[in-house]
């Protein structure tokens, strides 16, 4: 029961912005959307995250529609250590966090 | 920065054997997750603990158990091994509140069966 779906697979050439879409139609109120990245078998590693409001920190940016039922994960300068496996979770109360099948993103020099 | 630990970094098992892994939370973190990840596959939930109680328990197989320790400490025991059980195993930690926080992973342990 995947509370989101993503594309599988995305290309970005080096130095434009990546846009990652992300649908969570069935997002609850309280839940918020995060997104994690996977780089070659290392840990996942937290991007960002948000409840309602657009967010920006120093790697990404979060768009979170108004009905909150999709969002986007902007890379702005993408590189090609950017390369990775993305995912978008929605999540409430920290213990509830599934992975389901991410976004694989490859920047193209 | 405290990151989450994990140990061994790499185990070689037989199949049958057992094998254990470690996970050090990051501080003042009370909650702890386990997740393996098998070969072109997404990580997948096993179990959690918070305060030392199993909270939530996902796709674990019956040979295996964990438990959260006293001083937060994790530890995954995996009996009667399966090539099959072969994977990446991730831990990660978070405070249990406030929500929002998140989760911090460690680097994983490769477990190969052979």
């Known amino acids: 029961d995947a509370k989101t779906t993503q594309p599988p697979s995305m290309d970005c050439a080096e130095g434009r912005a990546a846009n990652l879409p992300c649908n969570h139609s069935?997002?609850?109120?309280?839940?918020?959307v995060y997104w994690y990245r996977q780089i070659h078998s290392q840990g996942p590693q937290y991007i960002i995250h948000?409840?309602?409001n657009n967010e920006t920190n120093e790697m990404a940016s979060l768009i979170i529609t108004e009905d909150r039922k999709s969002s986007t994960l902007i890379l702005p300068h993408a590189t090609l250590r950017d390369t990775a496996v993305y995912y978008c979770?929605?999540?409430?109360?920290?213990?509830?966090?599934?992975f389901g099948a991410g976004t694989r993103l490859t920047v193209k020099p | 920065a405290a990151g989450v630990i994990q140990s061994p970094r790499h185990l070689i098992k037989e199949k049958r054997e057992t094998a254990t892994l470690k996970c050090y939370p990051i501080?003042?973190?009370?909650?702890v997750y386990w997740y393996q990840q098998g070969p072109g596959q997404d990580p997948q939930f096993l179990i959690s603990?918070?305060?030392?109680?199993?909270?939530d328990k996902g796709s674990i197989p019956d040979r295996f158990s964990a438990q959260q320790f006293s001083d937060y400490h994790s530890e995954l025991n995996m009996s009667s091994l399966e090539l099959g059980d072969s994977a990446l195993y991730f831990c990660?930690?978070?405070?249990?509140?406030?929500?929002?926080?998140?989760?911090?992973f460690g680097s994983g342990t490769r477990l190969t069966v052979v």
């Open positions: 990660a930690s978070s405070p249990a509140w406030p929500p929002g926080y998140g989760y911090t």
């Open positions: 069935t997002i609850s109120g309280n839940e918020y």
């Open positions: 948000g409840l309602k």
């Open positions: 979770i929605v999540m409430y109360n920290n213990n509830d966090m599934r």
């Open positions: 501080p003042r973190h009370d909650t």
């Open positions: 603990f918070y305060e030392k109680m199993q909270s």
